[in-house]
């Protein structure tokens, strides 16, 4: 059977999308905990980070970096942080959040936003990724992990 987040990049429910390749997508959760809070998921479903070969990891990682790096210059905040949790979805993924304190890696203090919201958020981070050099990545709408 097929994970929630395999359904989101197979279009079948929606999905707000910031960044793809042909190794993962990055895109909104419906409960951030702050602003900008994305998950990197890889394409391939593996059950917890562990489960991953190295390389796929190392390459979330790698993206998550990019990420950060965009959201510091969108959002006001002091740090960016990342979280591997996987309990809410049996596929692994790679939480970054930008962060004011370290009370903002609370995954149970997300709450649910608005489409507004998560648009409005996911289409700043979006302008941020092309602006670094980073277009080739960025889906061709917001509600795809589709590339050129």
């Keep these: 059977m097929a994970t929630l987040f395999e359904k989101i990049i197979a279009g079948e429910l929606p999905g707000k999308f ?20 994305v998950l990197v998921v890889p394409r391939e479903a593996y059950n917890a980070w562990t489960d991953m070969p ?9 993206v998550g970096h990019r990420i950060g790096k965009a959201q510091l210059s969108v959002y006001e905040c002091e740090r960016i942080g990342l979280e591997i949790a996987g309990f ?27 489409e507004r919201v998560l648009e409005s958020t996911i289409s700043a981070l ?19 992990p589709a590339l050129a």
């Design 126 to 144: 979006r302008s941020a990724l092309e602006e670094q050099g980073h277009e080739a990545n960025v889906p061709l709408t917001i509600d795809s």
């Design 18 to 37: 910031v960044y793809a390749d042909d190794v993962c997508v990055v895109f909104a959760t419906i409960a951030p905990v702050r602003p900008g809070h």
């Design 88 to 114: 809410e979805v049996p596929h692994a993924h790679l939480h970054v959040i930008p962060l004011r304190d370290e009370n903002d890696l609370v995954l149970a203090e997300a709450t649910q936003v608005s």
């Design 54 to 62: 190295e390389e796929l990891a190392a390459h979330i990682m790698k």
